[in-house]
């Protein structure tokens, strides 16, 4: 049930506007309209302990901290939700085959909208403002300083990403008045309920990063070391053929093995040999047969082992390579090698990287205290 609506009594398909619930929603409209960010509206209605729609859908709230926390996702959902102004909309998901049960968001077109099916709350005037200041606010957006490390970092107390804000700082010069920093999206949201106030700086984290991963790829991935990962991966090669050529070998002791399979069979039916001899015989052949075949399994799966880390060890050679010639590492390449970055509430950085330090794969950690 969407906040702000109740069924009728008399016909419970029917939906009925619900008197205090529908105040919220009024609210949260004239909010935004009169400029207050979803995440300013969030916060005021968590501070003010009013219940979130999690509440009248009847959902089990297991944190008692969580019972009147508002989410910015729930309050742009409300500010984005035609129902509001009477129209019904439907089918805005479906399923990708009738075996799975992942859905995807169909596009706008798809959906299945009714008009004036249930009472307004509001007014499609104030909707439709609303609706611009959201498509303005993207375009804004989507012009915006592209933030390098956006994405990777993350609170180091309470496992949250940490969100770019910005803040001018009218005591500086006009060209060093923006701040931008990364600051706890949970502390963000619901204030020191959930997490404390810390934040970092972001043209400061950068600089750390980026100094931090050249000082690291300069010491491990000099010359000799990048020239060593080449002999290896050729030595690699000449393992890989050699074990290809083991396997051939157990597939033709498999094949003899069948052969003779065969012909004991062929004695057994002609009384060539006893029923104890045949017995005896049979289960010696397949139990080699058995071993053979365990062995290429074996084989196999080392081929696979030695090709998936082959490949690792030559793709971050060309990574490291490429970032220590780029003078400005760009988003990608630092996306490619960094895992996350952790900070907590006293400054302490954790980079965690794609790899370890003896070029195979998997997760290295680098932790750096400031």
């Known amino acids: 049930m969407h906040i702000g609506y109740k069924r009728s009594k008399e016909n419970n398909c029917k939906f ?5 619930s529908s105040k919220i929603v009024k609210r949260i409209f004239k909010m935004r309209l009169d400029g207050i960010s979803p995440t300013m509206i969030a916060r005021t209605l968590s501070d003010e302990k009013i219940s979130p ?10 944190k008692t901290f969580t019972k009147y926390l508002w989410g910015i996702s729930t309050i742009n959902q409300i500010l984005s939700n035609p129902i509001y102004i009477g129209n019904l909309v439907q089918r805005k998901y479906d399923k990708v085959n009738y075996k ?5 968001k169909l596009s706008e077109e798809d959906w299945i909208i009714t008009q004036n099916c249930v009472p307004p709350i509001i007014s499609k005037e104030s909707f439709k403002t609303v609706q611009n200041m959201k498509k303005n606010n993207i375009k ?4 915006g300083y592209n933030y390098l490390l956006k994405g990777l970092v993350v609170c180091g107390d ?3 990403s940490m969100s770019v804000r910005r803040r001018v700082n009218k005591r500086k010069t006009k060209d060093d008045q923006v701040e931008i920093y990364y600051c706890c999206s949970n502390y963000i949201r619901y204030r020191n309920s959930v997490c404390s106030l810390h934040y970092f700086r972001e043209e400061k984290l950068n600089e750390i990063v980026i100094n931090y991963l050249k000082n690291i790829f300069s010491e491990y991935a000099n010359k000799k070391d990048l020239e060593s990962i080449a002999n290896h991966k050729e030595n690699n090669i000449n393992e890989i053929n050699r074990l290809n050529n083991e ?6 002791k498999i094949e003899s093995i069948t052969i003779a399979l065969k012909d004991l069979y062929i004695d057994k039916s002609n009384n060539i040999i006893s029923q104890d001899e045949f017995i005896e015989i049979k289960n010696g052949l397949e139990m080699d ?3 053979y075949a365990d062995k290429i399994m074996e084989l196999s799966k080392f081929i696979k082992n030695i090709k998936k880390n082959s490949d690792n060890s030559y793709e971050l050679q060309k990574k490291i390579k490429e970032f220590l010639e780029l003078e400005n590492p760009n988003k990608q390449i630092l996306m490619d090698l960094i895992h996350r970055i952790e900070i907590t509430k006293d400054k302490q950085v954790k980079i965690f990287v794609n790899f370890n330090l003896n070029w195979g794969a998997g997760i290295w950690r ?3 205290l400031i």
Do not use: A, H, L, Q
Not at 16 to 20: G, K, L, S, V
Not at 53 to 62: A, E, L, W
Not at 140 to 143: A, F, I, M, T
């Open 100 to 104: 799975s049960k992942k859905k995807v």
């Open 53 to 62: 729609p999690s509440i009248y859908s009847g959902r089990n709230i297991k």
């Open 158 to 160: 309470c496992g949250r």
């Open 366 to 368: 680098w932790i750096v």
């Open 289 to 291: 047969k058995k071993k």
């Open 16 to 20: 009925e506007i619900d008197e205090y």
């Open 247 to 252: 396997i051939v070998k157990y597939d033709k």
């Open 140 to 143: 804004r957006n989507s012009k």
